[in-house]
């Protein structure tokens, strides 16, 4: 499995979601508190609504800009917080076609395509 993981997140219907064929996703909606930080993460990239770059992993690499800490199970998902932002967000159980187990800690980086 990569150490580095990358999806490319975009605004459909008013929400933001992902498509990834390699793990049979598509329009996998963020929701809960999720769709939140990525308006926050989002901020200064132009025309992100249309599609950007989300590193992500479980370790720390250079050039992360955020660190999301594990918090509790629910409803087949997590919840992880992000302490520098003050706010948390769900990841649903496609969290699991990334990671076999739910990681403390992810790591990311949001830029433009």
Same mark, same amino acid.
């Given at each position: 499995? &990569?150490?580095?993981?990358? !999806?490319?997140? %975009?605004? =459909?219907? #008013?929400?933001? @979601?992902?498509?990834?064929?390699? @793990? +049979?996703?598509? $329009?996998?909606?963020? @929701?809960?508190?999720?769709?939140? !930080? !990525?308006?926050?993460?989002? $901020?200064?990239?132009? &025309?992100?609504?249309? #599609?950007?770059?989300?590193?992500?992993?479980? $370790?720390?690499?250079?050039?992360?800009?955020?660190?999301?800490?594990? &918090?509790?199970?629910?409803? #087949?998902?997590?919840? %992880?917080?992000?302490?520098? #932002?003050?706010?948390? +967000?769900?990841?649903?159980?496609?969290?699991?076609?990334? =990671?076999?187990?739910?990681?403390?800690? !992810?790591? @990311?980086?949001?830029?433009?395509?």
């Amino acid at each position: 499995m &990569n150490s580095l993981l990358v !999806i490319a997140p %975009y605004k =459909f219907e #008013g929400m933001w @979601v992902f498509d990834d064929p390699a @793990v +049979g996703l598509r $329009q996998e909606p963020f @929701v809960s508190g999720a769709d939140t !930080i !990525i308006d926050m993460l989002t $901020q200064s990239i132009p &025309n992100a609504a249309e #599609g950007f770059r989300l590193v992500f992993s479980a $370790q720390p690499f250079p050039g992360y800009e955020a660190r999301f800490v594990w &918090n509790r199970p629910e409803m #087949g998902g997590n919840w %992880y917080a992000w302490p520098e #932002g003050g706010i948390e +967000g769900w990841l649903c159980p496609a969290l699991f076609k990334y =990671f076999e187990t739910a990681p403390a800690e !992810i790591y @990311v980086k949001a830029s433009a395509k």
